[in-house]
């Protein structure tokens, strides 16, 4: 399981070096895409399939799964790790999560989630305050969908 907090610096090649636990996880095949709230999301190959969950299968004139399609595929890119477990982060992901010269990276169970350290710290800094209001949301709509 993918699970901590690991800060890297990104070198003037835009390369970056995975952490040693995640690579033990992940393997030296990855693929990485555009992620949520200016985050970029690191998978495994295998696990590359599980990210698409809720979008394959549905019929294409549904909007939200043409769309949520192209952010994850369209901005994904196939990266092999080298013997350092470094890799060369493409300008395009680079630019969107708005990586300067440190990064982050959280292990969240299936993926790692890969931040411009500040951006972390600004994002980590609202998510604090806010978490108790955000779980007793998420608890209030499990119990919705158990009484409908």
Do not use: C
């Not at 043409?66 to 990266?79: H, I, K």
């Not at 300067?100 to 980590?124: C, H, M, N, P, Q």
């Amino acid at each position: 399981m993918l699970i901590g907090q690991y800060e890297a610096k990104v070198g003037a090649k835009s390369r970056i070096a995975l952490p040693k636990k995640f690579r033990e996880v992940l393997g030296d095949k990855l693929i990485i895409t555009l992620g949520y709230e200016n985050s970029l999301i690191i998978v495994s190959e295998e696990n590359w399939k599980a990210l698409l969950e809720g979008t394959e299968g549905r019929p294409f004139i549904h909007s939200e799964a043409r769309e949520t399609q192209r952010f994850l595929l369209g901005g994904a890119t196939n990266v092999e790790l080298d013997s350092k477990g470094r890799f060369i982060l493409p300008g395009y992901l680079r630019e969107f999560a708005q990586i300067e010269d440190e990064a982050v990276f959280l292990g969240l169970s299936r993926y790692v989630e890969l931040w411009d350290k500040k951006k972390w710290l600004e994002y980590r800094k609202n998510l604090e305050k806010n978490i108790d209001s955000i779980s007793k949301r998420l608890v209030d709509k499990e119990l919705d969908k158990k009484n409908k």
